[in-house]
C-alpha cells in the first residue's frame, strides 16, 4: 500500500533554509510513471503548488518560489526531498508531499499526511 | 498562471441536502479541472478529476460538470463525512493553481 510520509524540522528561523523529505513505501519513486510534488498550506488558508519531479530529471517548480526553492530526489532511500531558502514567516505552512501519475500536467492522486513548518525566531 | 474563483466562501448545509460548489478560470481549461475534499486536519484527497471523472470509492453523490471556463462540484445528498472543505484546481497549464477553498458547514 502506498505511504508518503513526510519528515523534518518544525522550527525554521527566518533567513534559514528549510528542508522536509518525503519518504515513499509501496512503490518505486524511480518508477517511470510517476511525477512527485510538494504542495503547502499555511495555517486557515489554500493549497499551493510548490514543485513537481520525475526521478529521471524532469523538474517543475511554480515561478512565484523558483528562485529559492529546489527538489530532488535520492532513489537510494525511495525519498524525495525539499529544500526552500531565506525563509520568512509567509512561508510557515503545512507542506504535502504527493504524487501525480504519468504526466506533470495532472491531479495529485495521492497524498502524505502533511507536516507543519513554522518559521519563528 | 490562470486564476480561479470559486464559490461560495463558505456554505452552510443539512445531512441530506443538495448544494453545488463552482469555480470559474480567468481563461479556458478544456475540462482539465479536478475536486479534492479536505476534512479538518487531513489531507487533500482526489476526488474527481478530468471535470467528471470520480476517483476509485469516491461516492455516487459526488458529480463534476462544465467545460471552458465555468465548473461546478454537486453533492447530491450530504452526509456527516461531506461537512469540509472543497477546493478546485486546474492542470491544464503551469503552475498547478487551486481555487480559495468552499468551507462546507452544518
Known amino acids: 500500500q502506498l505511504q508518503l510520509q513526510e519528515s523534518g524540522p518544525g522550527l525554521v528561523k527566518p533567513s534559514e533554509t528549510l528542508s522536509l523529505t518525503c519518504t515513499v513505501s509501496g512503490v518505486s519513486i524511480t518508477s517511470d510513471d510517476y511525477f512527485w510534488a510538494w504542495v503547502r498550506q499555511p495555517p486557515g488558508k489554500g493549497l499551493d503548488w510548490i514543485g513537481s519531479?520525475?526521478?529521471?530529471?524532469?523538474?517543475y517548480y511554480n515561478p512565484s518560489l523558483k528562485s529559492r526553492v529546489a527538489i530532488s530526489v535520492d532513489t537510494s532511500r525511495n525519498q524525495v526531498s525539499l529544500k526552500l531558502n531565506s525563509v520568512t514567516a509567509a512561508d510557515t505552512a503545512v507542506y504535502y508531499c504527493?504524487?501525480?501519475?504519468?504526466?506533470?500536467?495532472?491531479?495529485?492522486?495521492?497524498w502524505g499526511q502533511g507536516t507543519l513548518v513554522t518559521v519563528s525566531s | 498562471a490562470i486564476s480561479m474563483t470559486q464559490s461560495p466562501s463558505l456554505l452552510s448545509a443539512s445531512t441530506g441536502d443538495r448544494v453545488t460548489i463552482t469555480c470559474r478560470m480567468s481563461?479556458?481549461?478544456?475540462?482539465?479541472l479536478a475536486w479534492y475534499r479536505q476534512k479538518p486536519g487531513k489531507a487533500p484527497e482526489l476526488l474527481i478529476s478530468?471535470?467528471?471523472t470520480l476517483q476509485s470509492g469516491v461516492p455516487s453523490r459526488f458529480s463534476g460538470s462544465g467545460s471552458g471556463t465555468d465548473f461546478s462540484l454537486t453533492i447530491s445528498s450530504l452526509q456527516s463525512e461531506d461537512f469540509a472543505t472543497y477546493y478546485c484546481?486546474?492542470?491544464?497549464?503551469?503552475?498547478?493553481?487551486f481555487g480559495q477553498g468552499t468551507k462546507l458547514e452544518i
Open positions: 481563461q479556458g481549461i478544456n475540462r482539465d
Open positions: 519531479i520525475h526521478y529521471f530529471g524532469s523538474t
Open positions: 478530468g471535470t467528471s
Open positions: 504527493a504524487r501525480q501519475t504519468y504526466d506533470f500536467l495532472v491531479p495529485f492522486d495521492y
Open positions: 484546481q486546474q492542470y491544464y497549464s503551469f503552475p498547478h493553481t
